[in-house]
């Protein structure tokens, strides 16, 4: 699992100054009508007494009224501003997977094959493996495993493969993290491509098994553009 350290976002300070204001101007307010009942000035009625409570207390209320709307509100902003960075912070390590910036692991198959394949046989594999769903696919050997992303290139010649500039030498392992049913029958389907490979090559051996847990690496090498850029909307 990717940890992303997110910042939390504080409220709004000038919402939060405004608010204690309003909140300290209504308590003064309130402490002075109280005060002003306590002792009341002389000649004052008892009806003016009832009418300055009565809007005290109306007072109070719409006061009370108010602090729960802002209270309202900032929890509203708060789970709004959670739920954004969650959903980008997604979306960030979807990409970067997706690219192969980040380790990722997971189920899926094995491929081991003992043989001396051309770089097209390879490719081939490595296409089937999509075509079935595969979301990420490394190659190797038991000394080296190498992310494959959408621009990776593998060429040489048979008994010889250059994987993104990096030399491999067989036995080679194809690993790749999907449904292990679905690949699985996909690679040993009847007609399929490894069936092809086996019958084409006696002398080789292909052992497909599935993996509870493949761990596939960054890829190595940095992705620039030279000339594409973010389109304008």
């Known amino acids: 699992m990717v940890k992303v350290a997110v910042r939390k976002r504080h409220p709004d300070p000038a919402r939060l100054s405004l608010f204690i204001v309003a909140f300290l101007v209504g308590f003064l307010v309130v402490t002075q009508l109280r005060g002003q009942l306590a002792s009341p000035a002389p000649g004052r009625s008892t009806l003016e007494d009832a009418r300055l409570l009565s809007d005290l207390i109306e007072a109070n209320n719409r006061l009370r009224t108010e602090i729960a709307k802002a209270q309202q509100e900032l929890a509203a ?19 970067k997977a997706i690219n192969g910036l980040l380790e990722v692991s997971g189920p899926g198959v094995e491929v081991e094959l003992l043989g001396n394949p051309e770089p097209f046989e390879m490719v081939d594999l490595v296409n089937e493996l999509r075509n079935a769903g595969a979301e990420a696919i490394a190659i190797g050997n038991p000394q080296t495993t190498l992310r494959l992303v959408y621009r990776s290139s593998i060429g040489g010649g048979r008994g010889w493969l250059v994987v993104d ?27 399929g491509l490894i069936a092809l490979l086996r019958y084409t090559h006696p002398d080789w051996v292909i052992t497909v098994r599935p993996a509870d847990r493949l761990t596939l690496p960054v890829y190595p090498n940095q992705i620039t553009f030279k000339y594409a850029r973010a389109a304008d909307r």
């Open 77 to 95: 902003l708060r789970g709004n501003s959670s739920t954004d960075v969650d959903t980008l912070v997604s979306e960030l390590n979807r990409l």
């Open 165 to 191: 500039g990096t030399l491999l030498a067989g036995p080679y392992y194809l690993r790749a993290i999907g449904a292990p049913e679905t690949l699985l029958r996909t690679l040993e389907r009847r007609g």
